[in-house]
């Protein structure tokens, strides 16, 4: 089975609202990672949280780790229609970007 | 200047046939991947190499054979296409393999393979 689970699959927002998403996994990291996908297009890396570190921040973006529930959230504040995607949490259970599993995934549409 | 390219971007084909998908990365990075994503955009990785080695093979089919001139290249050939090759797929790299834990992938824009 897959080691990330992204939850909700979709999320509808209007623009100017704040955005979260959920990721859960099965086994023990060393990191976690955020991706974005934009329609049509390969995955874009946007924020990377070791498995010591609680909270990562990085623009308008808010990441949080918690290895206790296994589970990770990606808070985007004051969000803008171009960042309507899809977003993909990755786990690195043994290290080293070889072993990156990814979820499904969460499409996400801002309306304006 | 893409960091990491494949080509072609769409392919379209029938069942039985043979073809191939080239990657080529600018980043001067030691491993390259290749990942399919299906329908539901599940994204699964199919092999990894570091400097021309094959590191990981994930239970891919055999019809499905992968091959690194270089470090910079990565090609996948697959032979006698099946209905359910059909997907997306991208090639990927990192600067390095083994005990970093802060590697992060850089995605080629994919190629999306249909077999009728």
């Known amino acids: 089975s897959q080691q990330g689970e992204e939850d909700p699959q979709a999320l509808s927002i209007q623009e100017g609202e704040n955005a979260t998403m959920n990721c859960s996994y099965k086994?023990?990291?060393?990191?976690l990672q955020w991706y974005r996908q934009n329609s049509g297009r390969g995955l874009v890396h946007l924020i990377l949280?070791?498995?010591?570190?609680r909270e990562k921040h990085s623009g308008r973006l808010r990441v949080t780790l918690d290895t206790s529930k296994k589970s990770s959230s990606l808070l985007i504040t004051a969000s803008r229609a171009a960042d309507t995607a899809s977003y993909f949490c990755?786990?690195?259970?043994?290290?080293?970007?070889?072993?990156?599993?990814f979820g499904q995934g969460t499409r996400l549409t801002i309306n304006p | 200047d893409t960091a990491v390219s494949q080509t072609p971007k769409y392919l379209v084909t029938q069942m039985g046939n043979d073809k191939s998908i080239k990657c080529e990365q600018n980043?001067?990075?030691?491993?390259m991947y290749w990942y399919k994503q299906d329908s539901k955009k599940f994204l699964k990785i199919m092999f990894s190499?570091?400097?021309?080695?094959?590191?990981i093979n994930e239970t891919v089919p055999n019809r499905f054979s992968p091959k690194s001139p270089d470090k910079a290249h990565l090609n996948l050939h697959i032979n006698s296409l099946e209905l359910g090759d059909s997907a997306v797929y991208f090639c990927?790299?990192?600067?390095?393999?083994?005990?970093?834990?802060?590697?992060?992938?850089?995605f080629g824009s994919g190629t999306q393979l249909s077999v009728l």
């Open positions: 990927a790299s990192s600067q390095g393999l083994g005990e970093a834990t802060n590697e992060k992938l850089f």
């Open positions: 086994t023990s990291i060393n990191n």
């Open positions: 949280i070791r498995s010591n570190e």
């Open positions: 990755a786990t690195d259970r043994t290290g080293g970007a070889q072993k990156l599993v």
């Open positions: 980043l001067g990075h030691d491993t």
């Open positions: 190499y570091n400097n021309k080695e094959l590191i």
